[in-house]
């Protein structure tokens, strides 16, 4: 939109107010309704790009991308709070030109940032990309709870249990007394114990129609009798 215009903007319900009954402060908008806004473009700021801001400038911005996501992640809009935190690192990705204290910084951002979006990608059952958010994450402070926490709901939904339960147990050796990573634990042993009953069944199964074919095979070979050798009687 350009400067004064005025446009119709049509918003799906699930963009607006969802499955739930809003009061507005002109209107009760129903359950599952589509709604229509005019909107004019008053005037706007254009946020600088990364290259012209300096160090500080580049911190801050990105601090300010970090609290605009958390303030959507509590409202459950996780895909634009996935957003902003992805702005908000691309801001300090390449901090070489800082100083220490700026370093310093730039790292607790790109934390908080990239365990927040994690968190976010898991609401929205993107699974991988949680998986590489939360090891980035690792990569900067291996000894992370939170990144480790993550991280094994991330590989639980993507079957990869082994390194699931790694994850955890190392989290619970960092932080014995948290009460999130021990239900995860307790919930993984049942999912590996419901997985290992499943793999013994298909197995057992499996051996059990192999030995079925052997011992028929054997039968049809006892029952066929060997057949008289001939003798040539002109010989």
Same mark, same amino acid.
């Given at each position: 939109?350009?400067?004064?215009?005025?446009?119709?903007?049509?918003?799906?319900?699930?963009?607006?107010?969802?499955?739930?009954?809003?009061?507005?402060?002109?209107?009760?908008?129903?359950?599952?309704?589509?709604?229509?806004? $005019?909107?004019?473009?008053?005037?706007?700021?254009?946020?600088?790009?990364?290259?012209?801001? @300096?160090?500080?400038?580049?911190? $801050?911005?990105?601090?300010?991308?970090?609290?605009?996501?958390?303030?959507?992640?509590?409202?459950? =809009?996780?895909?634009?709070?996935? =957003?902003?935190?992805?702005?908000?690192?691309?801001?300090?990705?390449?901090?070489?030109?800082?100083?220490?204290?700026?370093?310093? %910084?730039? =790292?607790?951002?790109?934390?908080? &940032?990239?365990? @927040?979006?994690?968190? &976010?990608?898991?609401?929205?059952?993107?699974?991988?990309?949680?998986?590489?958010? &939360?090891? =980035?994450?690792?990569?900067?402070?291996?000894?992370?709870?939170?990144?480790?926490?993550?991280?094994? %709901?991330?590989?639980?939904?993507?079957?990869?249990?082994?390194?699931?339960?790694?994850?955890?147990?190392?989290?619970?050796?960092?932080?014995?007394?948290?009460?999130?990573?021990?239900? $995860?634990?307790?919930?993984?042993?049942?999912?590996?114990?419901?997985?290992?009953?499943?793999?013994?069944?298909?197995?057992? @199964?499996?051996?059990?129609?192999? @030995?079925?074919?052997?011992?028929?095979?054997?039968?049809?070979?006892?029952?066929? $009798?060997?057949?008289?050798?001939?003798?040539?009687?002109?010989?």
């Amino acid at each position: 939109m350009k400067k004064g215009e005025v446009a119709l903007l049509t918003i799906a319900p699930e963009y607006a107010f969802g499955s739930s009954e809003s009061k507005q402060e002109l209107a009760v908008v129903p359950p599952n309704s589509t709604v229509y806004y $005019e909107v004019e473009l008053v005037s706007f700021v254009k946020e600088k790009e990364s290259w012209d801001l @300096n160090a500080q400038e580049k911190i $801050e911005a990105a601090g300010k991308k970090k609290e605009e996501g958390n303030v959507l992640f509590k409202a459950g =809009k996780y895909l634009r709070a996935s =957003k902003r935190y992805e702005k908000a690192v691309k801001y300090i990705d390449y901090d070489t030109s800082f100083s220490e204290e700026e370093k310093k %910084q730039s =790292k607790a951002l790109k934390v908080a &940032c990239n365990l @927040n979006d994690a968190a &976010c990608k898991l609401k929205l059952k993107d699974y991988k990309q949680a998986e590489k958010l &939360c090891t =980035k994450v690792l990569e900067l402070e291996s000894a992370n709870v939170k990144a480790l926490y993550r991280r094994a %709901q991330a590989y639980i939904n993507l079957a990869d249990l082994d390194l699931a339960e790694l994850d955890i147990k190392k989290a619970l050796e960092l932080d014995p007394d948290n009460r999130e990573v021990k239900l $995860e634990y307790k919930a993984l042993k049942e999912k590996i114990k419901e997985y290992n009953k499943k793999e013994a069944k298909f197995y057992g @199964n499996m051996f059990a129609k192999m @030995n079925k074919m052997d011992s028929g095979d054997s039968s049809k070979s006892a029952a066929k $009798e060997p057949e008289p050798m001939s003798i040539d009687s002109k010989a």
